[in-house]
Nanobody, 124 residues
Framework: QLQLVESGGGLVQPGGSLRLSCTAS????????IGWFRQAPGKEREGVSC????????YYSDSVKGRFTLSRDNAKNTVYLQMNSLDPEDTAVYYC?????????????????WGQGTQVTVSS
């Protein structure tokens, strides 16, 4: 069973930055797609950014494109989400997830393993 642990959430002012980390319990780089998802109160969970194992491409949702950057350190089994120019609309619980089939789609339904989530609050 793959385990994912997120860290790095917190309270930040509008326009500020945070970096989220997701560490996996074992090697995922060759086979698993890894994604960041978020869920705001009263809203459905949505894909924010995902990196595909099948083609190596990185997906960003329109709402975060140009502000968020996904990166990975394979030696540490860790994936990062650098979040800049944060807006109150980015307030949500952020989840890291893994798709064992390495697919290209950044969709909640495609992902099998989930972390516990980390709260990000953007407020002045």
């Amino acid at each position: 069973q793959l385990q994912l642990v997120e860290s790095g959430g917190g309270l930040v002012q509008p326009g500020g930055s945070l970096r989220l980390s997701c560490t996996a319990s074992r090697i995922t780089s060759n086979y698993y797609s890894i994604g960041w998802f978020r869920q705001a109160p009263g809203k459905e969970r949505e894909g924010v950014s995902c990196i595909s194992a099948s083609d190596g491409n990185t997906y960003y949702s329109d709402s975060v494109k140009g502000r968020f950057t996904l990166s990975r350190d394979n030696a540490k089994n860790t994936v990062y989400l650098q979040m800049n120019s944060l807006d109150p609309e980015d307030t949500a619980v952020y989840y890291c997830a893994a798709d064992r089939y390495g697919r290209r789609w950044c969709s909640v339904a495609e992902y099998d393993y989930w972390g516990q989530g980390t709260q990000v609050t953007v407020s002045s």
